[in-house]
């Protein structure tokens, strides 16, 4: 099979020009267990060299609501009453162990999205 590690720019565009010409190869076949070969290190280049950073949580959620058209009500099961789910929305309320908890299972955001650092350029007050 002979294939070797991606080390550099040229290694990584050249097993991406690899893997274009071998899309259609079937798997169980050489061509296929070349393709899965190459897909599994360009994968771990990328993610050490192109790392994706989680959303901000209320964007995420925000996202959440746009994609399934949900609404202020819709999140009261998990947040609380409207007025809480406002001060989330609006960044002056963080987000509660029980919020955060209900939201991963309510709407399947990735916990480690809400759990997320709220960086220092964003307003939350105090209030818990």
């Keep these: 099979m002979d294939i070797k590690p991606i080390k550099t720019k040229a290694d990584y565009k050249a097993a ?3 893997i ?3 899309m259609h190869a079937k798997p169980a076949t050489p ?3 070349r393709l899965d070969v190459l897909v599994t290190l360009v994968e771990a280049y990328e993610a050490k060299h192109y ?3 989680l959303p901000d949580p209320v964007e995420a959620i925000k996202f959440s609501m746009d994609q399934k058209g949900l609404t202020v009500k819709d999140l009261e099961p998990m947040i609380g009453r409207p007025n809480r789910v406002y001060e989330i929305l609006n960044r002056t ?3 509660t162990l ?3 908890w209900r939201l991963h ?3 399947g955001i990735p916990a480690e999205c809400l759990i997320r650092q709220v960086d220092k350029g ?3 007050s105090k209030a818990a």
């Design 16 to 18: 991406l020009k690899e």
């Design 98 to 100: 029980k919020m955060i």
């Design 31 to 33: 061509a296929g267990d």
């Design 51 to 53: 790392p994706l950073e």
């Design 93 to 95: 309320r963080p987000l």
């Design 20 to 22: 274009e010409s071998l």
């Design 122 to 124: 964003q307003k939350v």
């Design 105 to 107: 299972k309510g709407l």
